[in-house]
Every structure is written in C-alpha cells, then in structure tokens.
Nanobody, 116 residues
C-alpha cells in the first residue's frame, strides 16, 4: 500500500505561482511513476506531469514551460506552477503507479483556483 497526501493548493491571480507538494508513505520502494493529474467538474481527470523512478519527465502540452515536476530521494513530489491561467483551475491529484501490481494510488486532491 502507498499513501499520498497533497498540500499547497489555494487561490491565486492569473500570472501568479503556486507550489503543490505530495508526501508518499508506505511501500514507496515499489513506486515506478509519480505524477500530478487534475480534474474539473464534468471532465475526465487528465495528466499534468509525470516523473519516472529514473527521473524522466513528461508534461501536458498545456503546461509545458510553465510547470515543473520534481521529486526528492524520499519520493516527496512537488509541482511548481508558474504563470498560472484561469484554465488551470481544477482539483489536482497526486498519483503513484506500481507496475508490479498494476495499481494506481491517489491522494485526496487539492483545489487550485486561478482568478482572472
């Protein structure tokens, strides 16, 4: 089992910055990928950014150049979000994927609201 807890969401004006954090606990050694997803009401949850155990990253086109995902040796995950836009408003979820069991773990989500 992997337990994920997010923090750092909030309200910010367009053009501002926020930093999201995710603390992982439990069987963290089994994690292959970690990432951030977001979801708005009525839409599917979408990938924002992901980082592999080897440190490779990929980003949604909509956030490239503005968001940066990072992870420390203890698998604490961060998402630095700069130049935020109103369309970035969503609930952001931390994700961890364990390939040996093909299981995705999710945090409880944190709200990010960007005002015009």
């Amino acid at each position: 089992q992997v337990h994920l807890v997010e923090s750092g969401g909030g309200l910010v004006q367009a053009g501002g910055s926020l930093r999201l954090s995710c603390t992982a606990s439990g069987r963290t050694s089994s994690i292959n990928y970690m990432g951030w997803y977001r979801q708005v009401p009525g839409k599917q949850r979408e990938l924002v950014a992901r980082i592999t155990s080897g440190g490779s990253t990929n980003y949604a086109d909509s956030v490239k150049g503005r968001f940066t995902i990072s992870r420390d040796f203890a698998l604490n995950l961060s998402l630095q979000m700069n130049r935020l836009k109103p369309e970035d408003t969503a609930v952001y979820y931390c994700n961890a994927f364990v390939s040996s069991t093909n299981v995705n773990y999710w945090g409880q989500g944190t709200q990010v609201t960007v005002s015009p």
